[in-house]
């Protein structure tokens, strides 16, 4: 299993979307960082879907894990639909089936692991090719992603997909054991009656992976400790006292980013793909 207690200093990288010549860019210029022999990195998820090299940049997250022990990744929302749909870790999760095919930027993912793309004549037919995929992706593969943890945590850090969120009926140490755990129950979370997350609760996808992304920019506050998350394209890196969001790429451009922190009250650094 993946580590979820991380040591200082950690480098934390954004949304890759299978973008493995970026994240080859990045971590050159990592590797020259004074703080990269001693970092451990934090992939912030989405590692999956909108680019043809999915397969090489798993591969390639996995070895930098390997490479430096105390490393991690956290999961994204792409991450959890492409395992919950083609049943990476089960049966297929239904919500996810559906919803993988039709809001999600799959076709990478099939083509780069599959080698072609899925058939759409019949509901069937997209069953049976996500039996494929499932069949296609590499064991080592199926179970890094199965497995990755909802949070990461520094003594002044958490590193999650997306953020905590005020619509809950319970504070945020809750919610981050929920995280731990990995619990999205509407009886243990409690969204407030008539909020966006009581009316649109989802038992398959929580919000701090994606479900709402107001959360990006406005997540509720941790006392004591900054989220640091991607999920939501911006344009440059944007901090705030209550969180650090750094997915300056979306999969769709460079660059990718990563954010260096020395310590617990450490002012976060960037470094950046494209120089």
Request: net charge neutral; hydrophobic share 40%.
């Amino acid at each position: 299993m993946l580590p979820t207690a991380v040591e200082y200093p950690v480098v934390a990288v954004g949304d890759l979307h299978g973008r493995v010549g970026w994240l080859d860019k990045l971590l050159a210029r990592l590797r020259a960082h004074p703080v990269w022999p001693a970092a451990r990195v934090v992939f912030l998820g989405d590692l999956v879907d909108r680019s043809d090299t999915v397969k090489e940049l798993v591969s390639r997250v996995m070895e930098v894990i390997a490479g430096k022990p105390g490393s991690t990744c956290v999961m994204g929302n792409h991450d959890q639909a492409l395992v919950g749909a083609a049943g990476l870790d089960g049966p297929p999760r239904p919500y996810w089936v559906k919803r993988y095919g039709e809001a999600y930027d799959h076709r990478p993912t099939f083509r780069s692991y599959l080698g072609r793309e899925p058939e759409y004549y019949s509901f069937a037919d997209w069953e049976a090719d996500l039996r494929a995929l499932r069949d296609a992706i590499p064991a080592d593969h199926r179970n890094f992603l199965s497995n990755l943890p909802w949070v990461a945590e520094a003594a002044g850090h958490v590193f999650l997909h997306n953020g905590l969120s005020p619509e809950l009926d319970c504070p945020a140490e809750t919610q981050l054991n929920c995280l731990r755990l990995k619990r999205w129950e509407r009886a243990v979370v409690s969204p407030k009656l008539g909020t966006a997350t009581d009316r649109e609760f989802k038992p398959d996808y929580p919000v701090w992976l994606g479900a709402d992304k107001k959360l990006s920019a406005n997540p509720l506050s941790l006392p004591g400790r900054v989220q640091v998350t991607g999920h939501v394209m911006v344009d440059t890196p944007d901090v705030t006292p209550v969180r650090i969001r750094i997915d300056t790429s979306g999969g769709v451009r460079e660059p990718l980013t990563a954010c260096v922190l020395r310590g617990p009250g450490a002012a976060p650094e960037f470094v950046f793909s494209d120089g």
